[in-house]
């Protein structure tokens, strides 16, 4: 079945080769070759009569023709290749002999459909081998086939960026960033024109894979070329100058945007959640050191009354370290907190503002949970858990709001079910747990 595209290309071709009495027996020959699958055959008679005339340009398509059908008939699509590569220069050499001819061949005007074939086969079965769960239980390694399917899409036509674009997806998939950006870097070479959403994703495969002297170019370019999209552009921009500790350029850039434009209430979102990125880093670090702190008083405690000096010092100093990053962590989330408040006074009814604010309050609590779980003093853990569930309560009321505006999103109604559970109100839980189809 899957050869009968290209047999259809290769009849019709042959009906009309012999509706221009062409006399040339040899392509009858590797014509039925070819129909029945005996593409060895075909090949030994296309390679001996372009060995007795090379001049016999439409030998090349049958040639190549016979080896891209020779390519399908394997089942790993990585031991196709070489046949593709071959094939392919068989088509070009054909091109370039037929070009020349006086009379024009059918079978130049057939090598573009011909080659679209081919291409389409590849590139469809990577699709199938890539998204497709039905298609990908029938093949032992479906992300390694579908790498080889969309790089013989490119073998077979080289200049399709549609084919990188997929073969980037595709190494993503497996989490080859490096390979995935390889590939995107010939979306942006080839196409005439790339668009804001080709630097857009170029700039976050170069910031997820942290070389983010590339990410910055990339999206200044973004910059430059699509001035009238700040929006998309800058939190890439910023995001690059946070990884590399430049944090308040980073925020400058988004308070430059909402000094243009006050009114926007994206700016006022974006800047928050920006804000909020540094804070989460300061909550990393600080969860390692509540674990450190709990050995440290644990040693303490086990020494009973002839404890270590030095420990005690350590556990002082680093008890001082953390209130010091609490408060900073504190006031940023604080600031976060107050920027995408003024998003939300600028548009009320836009869900995204509220469900932020409910994670931010989720994560806080979180944190205190955190502090609690490290505690060796029971009224100190419970005055961390009774702080949580009022941080959670909050938490709460933004998430409910959230679900009120975009009462269809399952992942609203996950966060809630989560937050319902941890304050024990188990009716309401388990109705969050339906809407959520958990």
């Not at 804000?275 to 440290?296: H, K, P, T």
Request: proline share 4%; with cysteine.
């Amino acid at each position: 079945m899957k050869r009968f595209n290209f047999l259809i290309i290769l009849l019709v071709t042959v009906v009309m080769m012999l509706g221009c009495e062409t006399k040339d027996p040899l392509i009858d020959q590797a014509s039925t070759m070819i129909v029945i699958g005996n593409y060895d055959q075909a090949i030994q008679i296309t390679t001996q009569a372009l060995e007795e005339d090379s001049s016999k340009g439409y030998m090349y398509y049958y040639r190549g023709l016979a080896q891209a059908s020779k390519a399908q008939d394997l089942a790993d699509p990585s031991e196709r290749t070489p046949l593709y590569a071959d094939s392919r220069m068989d088509f070009d050499m054909g091109v370039e002999w037929m070009s020349q001819a006086e009379k024009t061949p059918q079978e130049l005007e057939d090598t573009d459909p011909t080659l679209l074939s081919f291409w389409a086969y590849e590139f469809n079965e990577g699709v199938g081998n890539l998204n497709n769960d039905s298609l990908r239980a029938l093949v032992p390694d479906p992300d390694a086939y579908a790498i080889a399917n969309f790089s013989n899409a490119i073998v077979i036509i080289p200049d399709s960026t549609v084919s990188y674009e997929a073969l980037s997806y595709a190494h993503q998939a497996v989490g080859d960033l490096a390979s995935a950006i390889e590939a995107y870097e010939q979306v942006l070479e080839r196409k005439s024109a790339p668009t804001l959403d080709d630097y857009t994703f170029a700039t976050n495969l170069y910031l997820r894979n942290d070389q983010y002297d590339m990410a910055e170019k990339r999206a200044l370019e973004a910059l430059d070329l699509f001035p009238e999209n700040t929006i998309q552009v800058i939190p890439l921009l910023a995001d690059v100058y946070i990884n590399i500790g430049e944090t308040e350029k980073a925020i400058e850039l988004i308070r430059d945007l909402i000094a243009d434009d006050p009114t926007n209430d994206q700016y006022y979102r974006v800047l928050g959640i920006q804000i909020y990125q540094n804070a989460e880093e300061v909550d990393q670090e600080l969860s390692g050191m509540y674990e450190q702190l709990f050995e440290l008083d644990r040693e303490i405690v086990r020494a009973n009354k002839n404890p270590n000096p030095d420990t005690i010092a350590k556990r002082d100093a680093l008890k001082a370290e953390i209130a010091e990053l609490e408060e900073q962590t504190n006031k940023l989330t604080q600031m976060s907190v107050d920027e995408i408040l003024k998003s939300v006074d600028l548009n009320p009814e836009y869900a995204e503002s509220y469900r932020i604010l409910g994670v931010i309050h989720q994560n806080k609590a979180a944190n205190l949970d955190n502090k609690r779980n490290y505690t060796l003093d029971n009224d100190e853990a419970l005055e961390y858990d009774n702080q949580a569930k009022e941080v959670l309560t909050t938490a709460l009321g933004y998430y409910e709001k959230a679900s009120e505006l975009d009462p269809e999103n399952a992942d609203l109604w996950q966060s809630l079910f989560q937050v319902y559970s941890r304050l024990g109100m188990t009716e309401k839980a388990m109705e969050a747990m339906d809407k959520a189809g958990l």
